[in-house]
């Protein structure tokens, strides 16, 4: 069993900056990849940046410029840290990974409970 944590959530005004994390724990083998969605009321969950096993990353061009991810593969953690929010930010922000439990098993997706970002004046 794999568990995604994450924290770090709130209420910013527009402008502001905030960091979300996420750590995940259990019987985990590999991460091949750590990632963020979102999702914003009455709107489909979009991908906001994915961080590859290799160092790659991936943005959302709503964010690029602004948001930036970071991961550090020793604890299997990934952050996130969004400066120059705005409005249209707000949504409830999903962690997300893709591992592996045991060497040449299958890859899971493995998705954290969410946590909220409120982007308001």
């Known amino acids: 069993q794999v568990r995604l944590v994450e924290s770090g959530g709130g209420l910013v005004q527009p402008g502001g900056s905030l960091r979300v994390s996420c750590v995940a724990s259990?019987?985990?083998?590999?991460?091949?990849?750590m990632g963020w969605y979102r999702q914003a009321p009455g709107k489909q969950r979009e991908l906001v940046a994915i961080s590859a096993s290799g160092g790659g990353t991936n943005y959302a061009d709503s964010v690029k410029g602004r948001f930036t991810i970071s991961r550090d593969n020793a604890k299997n953690t990934v952050s996130l840290q969004m400066n120059s929010l705005k409005p249209e930010d707000t949504a409830v922000y999903y962690c997300?990974?893709?591992?592996?439990?045991?060497?040449?098993?299958?890859?899971?997706?493995?998705w954290g409970q969410g946590t909220l970002v409120t982007v308001s004046s």
């Open positions: 259990g019987s985990i083998f590999r991460i091949y990849a």
């Open positions: 997300n990974a893709l591992v592996s439990t045991v060497l040449l098993g299958p890859t899971l997706e493995v």
